[in-house]
């Protein structure tokens, strides 16, 4: 376990022990695919009861909710996730720059925002969605400013986060079986030995946990992402096709 493993089963042991002791609701900070993976497959000995959430239905980077026992708990309770998302656009569109993911982020950082403070950010035609952690979300609205060349505002996003709409591309492709690295071939338009590539340099995950085999059997409603590559929701199997192959749907997030 390297240090930056050990650092984060400490602070999430903690969380989790403060939820215990003062009978409230604890919340990590915006946690990575890698962060998440690891979570997920230690999860016994950090707590019992947890949530995750980050800002909109199928967020990559999340936070958990660690709850208390002494909580009522459900699967459909809802927590008050200390989460903002602040919506950033040009200030006059017919003068502005198109700017790409790494622009916003890159913005943010330059302003000494820490990445861990920082959720998913979602770039429109029109600007971008930034999710952030509650207590930055004033430093944001009134630091960021410009974005490279391009002068910007910023206002809180006041609709129904949990409904937020993500652009997806429904395709249909055929497949020989439900093993990874054929899904992952499929769904990157490459070949098997470089999915297996991809799978063995821990660059895929499926629900958020990272998986290393090629022979891991996929599901319908799986949502895989390759880190560099994108992320897929594998939605059902439509028929067999004449030559025997699976008839996979699957949305593309785009």
Do not use: W
């Amino acid at each position: 376990m390297n240090e930056d493993i050990r650092f984060l089963l400490k602070r999430l042991q903690d969380l989790s022990r403060r939820a215990q002791e003062y009978y409230e609701t604890t919340y990590s900070d915006f946690l990575n695919l890698n962060e998440l993976s690891f979570f997920l497959q230690n999860k016994n000995e950090i707590c019992d009861h947890y949530k995750l959430f980050g800002g909109y239905e199928k967020a990559e980077r999340q936070m958990i909710a660690f709850i208390p026992d002494a909580l009522s708990f459900d699967e459909n309770d809802s927590f008050d996730y200390p989460i903002i998302c602040i919506k950033v656009e040009p200030k006059n569109k017919k003068f502005a720059e198109s700017l790409s993911h790494r622009d916003f982020l890159g913005a943010l950082m330059h302003l000494g925002i820490t990445r861990n403070q920082i959720g998913d950010i979602l770039v429109s035609e029109d600007g971008a969605y930034v999710f952030c952690q509650k207590h930055i979300c004033d430093f944001i609205m009134g630091e960021l400013k410009k974005i490279r060349h391009t002068n910007v505002k910023c206002s809180i996003y006041n609709q129904e986060i949990s409904q937020f709409a993500i652009k997806t591309k429904t395709i249909s492709k055929t497949v020989t079986s439900m093993r990874l690295d054929c899904i992952i071939a499929a769904l990157l338009g490459t070949s098997r030995t470089m999915a297996d590539h991809y799978i063995k340099s821990e660059l895929t995950f499926v629900n958020s946990v990272c998986v290393e085999k090629s022979t891991y059997k996929c599901n319908e409603g799986d949502v895989i992402s390759v880190r560099g590559y994108g992320k897929y929701s594998l939605i059902h199997i439509n028929g067999i096709s004449k030559k025997g192959k699976l008839k996979l749907v699957y949305e593309k997030y785009i």
